[in-house]
């Protein structure tokens, strides 16, 4: 068993352990690495000033590292356990800048320059992908490359054009500067090995086995934590400081995606950038829909899993998994069991699983022929925020007949909700205009929504209503052009 987290920082090896392994990584690079090049604003992975890239040697591109952003402001040091993390400072080739600093540089992308570092870290990435991918840097990829920073002062167009200017003839990747080779050959010994690691406060243990997790939940009342995009806000923000944490990283069947029969399996610590990445023929809605879910820095770490465990009514995936019918694979001592998504909420944060247990995975069943899935989020910008409301339909329609529809819409109740009463009124209707009208006045009395900082509940009906109609319009548009 180690008793630390093995990681390489700017390709140094690095065990840590005690009180460090509980620190933030922004934390650890500025006050125990002196690496202040790696700023600190929002501290809520809001900004991006606090962007680094990492390694993860659980996840290659083509059998080598794949160099991504995330934010180190909510990054725990324990869960970053097996990656390679370059900083700022790590970009540069000795004292000379890289291609992206010195376009930076060139393009008068900075004024103050706090948030500089995160965005060359965040543009770094961006070129790193379209130099492995032999594609162009293109506009549109290097705006989404910087959907998660923020810049109060220099205004973005110099930034963007710092990124369409990067001599990518002359940009050398991580992935030659370091040697991967080494790098990952010790982290995936290290890896290998169950971890714990203990300060005078708190303890974390990363086993490589589910049965030992199994073991060690029964035994032990633990946190449960994944990539902390949630629970690293808590702790910046309310102080949650959970005093034993149990990490599944380091189980490999837990970074898995399985394509099943009729079914695809999605393990517990696998990211929403992986789904985006490989699911796109099997999940094609959701994928989209993932563009507009939080930022690349976040979406690097976030899980599905832990979408589903946090419970928010606005939880962006959990209408797209009600309509699916999606199982939630609870998994515990007295072993395995299965819960339909639309049964696991059981009021506001409270859900169907046992002191003992932890969810393994979700399968989601793949649409049958026929069927189609609608998603909209409603929020007040259309990245990095939010939702309002958020609205899922599966259905399918047979010559003109609504055969079968599933409607779940979110951010109006304590739980996202199923709206069974509306979607009996469509069932077995002639699809078209009326139909649907009838149907969006029982969707707005049968959704519950409070007034919040966000919108008052009559906005929220209107949305709702407003969304079933949205959603009419667009697919019988659709179905006179003759689409499926
Ligand atoms: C800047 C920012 C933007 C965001 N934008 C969005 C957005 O657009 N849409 C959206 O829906 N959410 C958003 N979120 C929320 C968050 O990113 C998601 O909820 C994310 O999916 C959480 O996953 P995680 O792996 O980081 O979970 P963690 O923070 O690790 O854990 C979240 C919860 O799940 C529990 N948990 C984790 N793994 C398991 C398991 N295997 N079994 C049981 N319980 C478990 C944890 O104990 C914790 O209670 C945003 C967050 C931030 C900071
Ligand atoms: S400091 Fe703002 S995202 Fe980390
Ligand atoms: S240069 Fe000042 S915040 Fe961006």
């Given amino acids: ?20 392994a509980f620190m933030t990584l922004s934390d650890y690079l500025r006050y125990e690495r ?12 809001d900004c991006g000033a606090c962007t680094v890239l990492i390694g993860n040697a659980r996840s290659l591109k083509d059998g080598d590292f794949e160099y991504v952003p995330v934010n180190s402001c909510i990054s725990f040091m324990h869960i970053l356990d097996g990656c390679h993390i370059v900083t700022v400072e790590g970009l540069k080739n000795g004292d000379e800048l890289n291609e992206v600093q010195k376009s930076m540089v060139d393009n008068h992308g900075a004024q103050c320059g706090f948030c500089t570092p995160g965005f060359v870290c965040a543009l770094n990435a961006g070129a790193e992908a379209s130099a492995s991918s032999g594609k162009k840097f293109t506009e549109k990829k290097v705006k989404n490359a910087l959907t998660g920073n923020l810049c109060r002062c220099t205004g973005y167009k110099s930034i963007i054009e710092a990124g369409l200017n990067i001599d990518m ?43 030992d997790a199994i073991e060690h939940v029964r035994g032990d009342d633990c946190v449960l934590i994944s990539g902390a995009s949630d629970l690293g806000v808590l702790y910046n923000k309310r102080g949650y ?23 695809v399996f999605i393990g517990a610590r696998v990211n929403l950038h992986k789904i985006e990445q490989e699911l796109r023929d099997e999940l094609y809605e959701f994928t989209h829909m993932i563009h507009i879910f939080a930022s690349p820095q976040i979406k690097n770490r976030a899980t599905l899993v832990g979408n589903i465990a946090n419970a928010s009514p606005i ?35 409270k859900l169907d699983m046992k002191d003992d247990e932890f969810i393994k995975g979700v399968s989601i069943p793949l649409l049958d022929e026929g069927e189609k899935v609608k ?6 910008r259309k990245d990095m925020d939010i939702s309002i409301v958020t609205f899922a339909s599966k259905f399918k329609v047979n010559e003109d007949k609504i055969e079968d529809i599933q409607i779940a819409v979110g951010g109006v109740g304590p739980v996202v ?22 149907a969006s006045m029982i969707l707005k009395k049968e959704v519950t929504p409070i007034d919040d900082v966000r919108g008052t509940a009559n906005f929220r009906r209107i949305l709702s209503k407003n969304m079933l109609l949205k959603f009419y319009a667009e697919e019988s548009l659709n179905i006179s052009r003759g689409g499926k």
């Fill in 1 to 20: 068993m180690r008793d630390y987290i093995s990681i390489y920082i700017n390709g140094e090896p690095r065990q840590i352990k005690g009180d460090h």
């Fill in 315 to 349: 939880g962006d995936s959990i209408p797209f998994l009600m309509v699916m019918n999606a199982k939630i694979i609870l998994i515990g001592s007295q072993g395995e069991r299965v819960v339909n998504i639309n049964d696991f909420y059981q009021g506001y944060k």
């Fill in 34 to 45: 002196g690496l202040v090049g790696t700023k600190v604003v929002c501290a809520e992975g």
């Fill in 169 to 211: 003839a002359k940009f050398e990747p991580l992935t030659s500067k370091y040697d991967s080779a080494e790098i990952l050959k010790n982290l995936r010994s290290d890896i290998a090995k169950a971890t714990r690691v203990k300060s005078e406060t708190n303890e974390v243990y990363l086993p490589t086995k589910l049965s």
């Fill in 241 to 263: 400081d959970p005093s034993s944490l149990l990490g599944l990283h380091n189980i490999e069947e837990m970074n898995q995606i399985i394509k099943g029969e009729g079914e």
């Fill in 375 to 380: 998603l909209y989020k409603t929020s007040n």
């Fill in 417 to 438: 909700m199923r709206v069974e009463q509306t979607e009996n009124e469509l069932k077995g209707k002639t699809f078209n205009k009326s139909a649907f009208e009838s």
